[in-house]
């Protein structure tokens, strides 16, 4: 069984003018345990749609979610969200505090929260910057902190809103290797959400391509068998990213020559 | 040294700009309005030194600010929770919006006359107008703030394990408190203005009683000392303020 699984959903927003946009249209899709899962398309395709639904924080307008069998009905400490900016974070807290707050949420002792916190504050590389504020950090070390703060909490699953798309390329390059290096390490089931092909060869070890909205759901997937660290460089990595590029270059032309 | 330079060029400037407003005001008074409606600052010091050292400046600065600071502190420990609550829930907002939105409009001078023929003119006006005056900008500027939280802040907890309770107090509240900070900073400023319209019309002393006995027997130093008194404490209050924002809430900065 997977773990998670999208069945025929559907998913329509209304304007405020009360007209309908079909964002998602018989969208099936399924994740399974321990893979890490990139799900690539153009913008405004409705990937973050997708992410939302998985979270909780918003229910499909038709179809099922199911997770582990059962359907999602809201926000769960299973699938914890690092999102796209730095607006999630607690400024009043500092970045060993804002790792805690699930465990503290939960009543874990203080010893063993701060201890579990500075684990993976060291594990995402951020020794020695845990008493200072989220304002006092730069964009990846923020990034950092979102990340800890969901591994600390130990998620059955991780969803990741384009969470390097804001850094500049070097760090987002470092970045990707860093959370290559803890998914090799931990093996959470992750969904990353990225209009980035170069970012989703990198990291996915399943790569789903979506199509361009309205009623947007997978065109396809592709299953990248690279082991180990992947270069840019590789011929079987290019050969990859040529294989998604095709896939998704139609469906660029169209998002842009979309006119509502 | 280098702190002494730090110093004069932070406060150097400042110092400056309050020693040219009475060097002008001395100008002016000695040269070009010659009058003793017009009292030169020197005057005015040693009067005001002299109401200092037989007590009553002191009488009637206490009295003023004993008032601000009860209905201060009052009207803000109403006004926070309301203004939570008003945040938090639409229909608490829709119940009490009409409250806030109609009454924030009649200016708390207005009120004096009422206040007066409910609770005479003793302390209880006072501190009624000063809780009237309070109450609504702090309720405004805390529900205002509960509203700007970022949504992935309180999304973050949720799928982080937190309680709604929980969220409340660990998410909500902490992210509130730049904006109850500035709505009691305001409130502040107007409770200045209330208090002395009050003391203007209704009471036995206080600053602004100086102020109508001093038109009452044409003392115009006695006046002047009351002004310039309320202008130094409304600056001192107001930098007290800002002090304790910084020192004690810095790291509730509105930025993130």
Known sequence: MPLVSFHDVQKTYRSLQGVDYPALEHFSLDIEVGEFFCLLGPSGCGKTTVLKMLAGFEGPTAGRILMEGRPVTGASRDRAVVFQGDDSLYGWLTAVENVEFGLRMRHVGKTERRERAMRYLEMVGLRGQERKYPAELSGGMKQRIQIARVLANEPKMLLMDEPFAALDAQTRALMQLELANIWQATRTTVLFITHDIDEAVTLGKRIGVMRAGPRSRVKGVVEVSLNGARSRTDDVFLGYYKQVYEMIRDEVAKSLSRTD | ?256
Do not use: C
Request: hydrophobic fraction near 55%; charge should be positive.
């Open chain 2, 1 to 256: 040294m280098r702190l002494a330079r730090h110093l004069l060029a932070v406060y150097g400037a400042y110092a400056l700009g309050f020693a040219s407003l009475f060097v002008i005001w001395q100008l002016t008074s000695i040269y070009l309005v010659s009058s003793v409606l017009f009292p030169p600052p020197t005057v005015v010091l040693r009067k005001g030194l002299m109401l200092a050292r037989n007590g009553i400046l002191f009488e009637h600065l206490s009295a003023s600010l004993q008032r601000i600071l009860a209905g201060f502190v009052a009207g803000s420990l109403l006004g926070i929770p309301i203004g939570l609550a008003m945040g938090s829930f639409r229909p608490v907002r829709k119940l009490l919006e009409p409250y806030t939105e109609f009454l924030r409009f009649i200016p708390s001078v207005a009120m004096i006359t009422v206040a007066v023929i409910w609770f005479g003119i003793g302390e209880a006006s006072k501190v009624f107008l000063i809780i009237y005056t309070t109450i609504f900008i702090v309720i405004l500027n805390t529900a205002a703030g509960v509203s700007a939280i970022a949504p992935n802040k309180i999304r973050a907890a949720e799928s982080l394990g937190a309680t709604q309770a929980q969220i409340f107090f660990h998410v909500a509240l902490p992210a509130t408190v730049p904006y109850i900070l500035t709505g009691m900073r305001l409130a502040m400023a107007n409770s200045f203005t209330t208090i002395v319209a009050a003391e203007l019309i209704a009471a036995n002393d206080g600053l602004g009683k100086m102020l109508w006995d001093g038109r009452l027997f044409m003392l115009v130093d006695e006046i002047f000392v009351s002004l310039v008194t309320l202008g130094f404490l409304g600056f001192a209050t107001d930098r007290l303020f800002r002090w304790s924002i910084y020192t004690f809430a810095g790291k509730y900065s509105p930025a993130t």
